[in-house]
């Protein structure tokens, strides 16, 4: 091939490289620029807080609360020393927690969620509370240490109108919470106003036997349900 040839041959290949490779550069370029060049306007954020505003408010009542109430419900179960280094009470919203609230030591777990749906119920803070001061070695038997929080919160916190009235063909006093503690709240007031008391430290004591029912009232257990049913009967007359 003549050396002008060759060179014009030469120059048809190079533009051909150029014209392939430069094709997509140029197509990359056109894609990158927006038709419109007006710049987008930022959305205005409205972050909605209030739910977490309901357990912060929560939070500060129970504070509130637990400060009045702690001392009065040592004193309702009988007071008794503590150590200032022991004298502490942790509440804590607990979002891994599934209940509504549980009481370990002197702390108190409680759910978030039931918060958010309950935003009243600081009588379940109360309830706690007294586990903190029963701070009893064994929790047993359940029905009593259950039934005497929920005498302390529903005989002594709450308004009297929201007392419980237990059907008398359904219950038992081995029923617990809130059925116990109205049976507690009939007994003592039939026959020892320190019954309560007088249950708590045999609890803290770990000496409880049901046998002392009858050394606190004369009669079992069995008999003073069978009593106090006979009462709720009598009342439901009424
Ligand atoms: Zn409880």
């Not at 392939?20 to 060049?37: F, K, R, S, V």
């Not at 020393?81 to 777990?109: Q, W």
């Not at 759910?111 to 600081?122: M, N, T, V, Y």
């Not at 309830?127 to 005498?151: C, F, K, N, R």
Request: charged letters at 25%; aromatic letters at 10%; a positive charge.
């Amino acid at each position: 091939m003549p050396t002008s040839s060759r060179y014009f041959a030469l120059l048809r290949l190079s533009s051909v490289l150029v014209g392939t490779i430069g094709l997509p550069c140029l197509l990359y370029a056109q894609a990158e620029t927006p038709i419109d060049a007006a710049k987008p306007v930022p959305p205005k954020i409205v972050s909605d807080t209030s739910q977490l505003k309901v357990l912060d408010q929560f939070a500060k009542q129970a504070d509130t609360l637990a400060k009045k109430w702690y001392p009065r419900i040592v004193e309702l179960l009988g007071a008794r020393k503590t150590s200032p280094s022991s004298n502490d009470i942790i509440l804590v919203m607990d979002f891994e927690y599934k209940g509504v609230a549980a009481t370990s030591g002197r702390v108190i777990s409680m759910s978030p969620e039931w918060i958010r749906k309950h935003p009243d119920d600081l009588g379940m803070v109360v309830h706690e509370l007294t586990h903190v001061a029963q701070g009893y070695p064994d929790y047993d038997p359940v029905w009593l240490v259950e039934g005497i929080a929920d005498w302390v919160r529903w005989f002594n916190f709450e308004p009297k109108d929201k007392r419980p009235h237990p059907n008398p063909d359904k219950v038992s006093a081995r029923d617990s919470y809130r059925t116990t503690a109205a049976f507690l709240d009939w007994a003592l007031k039939t026959y020892d106003k320190n019954l309560v008391r007088k249950l708590d430290q045999t609890l803290k004591e770990n000496t409880y036997k049901e046998a002392m029912w009858v050394t606190l009232t004369g009669k079992s257990l069995d008999d003073l349900n069978t009593d106090w049913i006979a009462f709720l009967r009598a009342s439901a007359k009424k």
